[in-house]
């Protein structure tokens, strides 16, 4: 969110980092140098979620990126790797995961953890759209629960379209649920837990705190909430 931009700014800012929040279309890339306004840039953090740098728009920060002109977090390759969603059909495949020299115990967890996973294709048609009461349906470079479908309220007119796309089909797994209270009144909420790391480690634990479809900010006394580790 753009207060959260701001945030960032005076942050590095008081640290001596010039800070720009910039649209790339005022972003420069020439002579092996990415600019914007006459100031040079050397790191771009990307928040566009054309994470693949493909929109035209980008096309100054593409190239400086494939240059190695400037660092770019998250980058291409980064997300690629970590964040496709179609890399979930490999992780949720136990034979996979053996394959690539897991242990039996490190990919029964995997195999417990991450709901089983399949790249939609127009060939599995009758039996996707037989079994599509189980599944819960996704864009494979989709963000912030857009395109994403549950199985049980799709009509065929959206199938079709999903089977024309990328899109991966997961096994449909319940949210979590708590009670709470909101506004004096005892009600039930679902949870979505989110786990925050980098180079390995845990940074941070968190909750999001819903109702509805799909995780989101707008459900009366839900949002992001505490997790405590007991």
Same mark, same amino acid.
């Given at each position: 969110?753009?207060?959260?931009?701001?945030?960032?700014?005076?942050?590095?800012?008081?640290?001596?980092?010039e800070?720009?929040?910039?649209?790339?279309s005022? *972003?420069?890339?020439?002579?092996?140098?990415?600019?914007?306004?006459?100031?040079?840039?050397?790191?771009? !953090?990307?928040r566009?979620?054309?994470?693949?740098?493909?929109a035209?728009?980008?096309?100054?920060?593409?190239?400086? !990126? *494939?240059?190695?002109?400037?660092?770019?977090?998250?980058?291409?390759?980064?997300?690629?790797?970590?964040?496709?969603?179609?890399n979930?059909?490999?992780?949720?495949d136990?034979?996979t995961?053996?394959?690539?020299?897991?242990?039996?115990?490190?990919?029964?967890?995997?195999?417990?953890?991450?709901?089983?996973?399949?790249?939609?294709s127009?060939?599995?048609?009758?039996?996707?759209?037989?079994?599509r009461?189980?599944l819960?349906?996704?864009?494979?470079?989709?963000?912030?629960?857009?395109?994403?479908?549950?199985?049980?309220?799709?009509?065929?007119?959206?199938?079709?379209?999903?089977?024309?796309?990328?899109?991966?089909?997961?096994?449909?797994?319940?949210a979590?649920?708590?009670?709470?209270?909101?506004?004096?009144?005892?009600?039930?909420?679902?949870?979505?837990?989110?786990?925050?790391?980098? /180079?390995?480690?845990?940074?941070?634990? /968190?909750?999001?705190? !819903?109702?509805?479809?799909?995780t989101?900010?707008?459900?009366?006394?839900?949002?992001?909430?505490?997790?405590?580790?007991?």
């Amino acid at each position: 969110m753009f207060p959260e931009f701001q945030l960032a700014q005076q942050l590095f800012q008081a640290r001596g980092i010039e800070t720009l929040i910039l649209d790339p279309s005022e *972003l420069e890339y020439v002579d092996g140098a990415l600019s914007a306004h006459g100031k040079p840039i050397d790191m771009v !953090y990307n928040r566009l979620v054309d994470f693949a740098l493909e929109a035209p728009a980008l096309g100054a920060l593409r190239h400086a !990126y *494939l240059d190695g002109a400037a660092v770019v977090t998250p980058n291409p390759r980064a997300h690629a790797l970590m964040a496709d969603k179609r890399n979930l059909t490999l992780l949720s495949d136990a034979q996979t995961l053996r394959d690539w020299g897991l242990s039996e115990t490190e990919a029964g967890y995997l195999d417990r953890a991450v709901p089983k996973t399949l790249l939609v294709s127009a060939s599995d048609e009758a039996e996707l759209w037989s079994n599509r009461r189980k599944l819960f349906f996704k864009p494979v470079a989709g963000h912030g629960s857009k395109g994403v479908y549950r199985g049980e309220k799709l009509t065929r007119r959206v199938f079709e379209e999903i089977l024309k796309g990328d899109y991966i089909a997961q096994n449909f797994v319940p949210a979590g649920e708590r009670t709470l209270r909101v506004d004096g009144t005892v009600t039930t909420r679902k949870v979505d837990i989110r786990l925050y790391t980098y /180079a390995g480690q845990l940074l941070l634990s /968190a909750a999001r705190v !819903y109702q509805g479809q799909a995780t989101n900010f707008r459900t009366p006394g839900g949002g992001f909430a505490p997790v405590f580790q007991v």
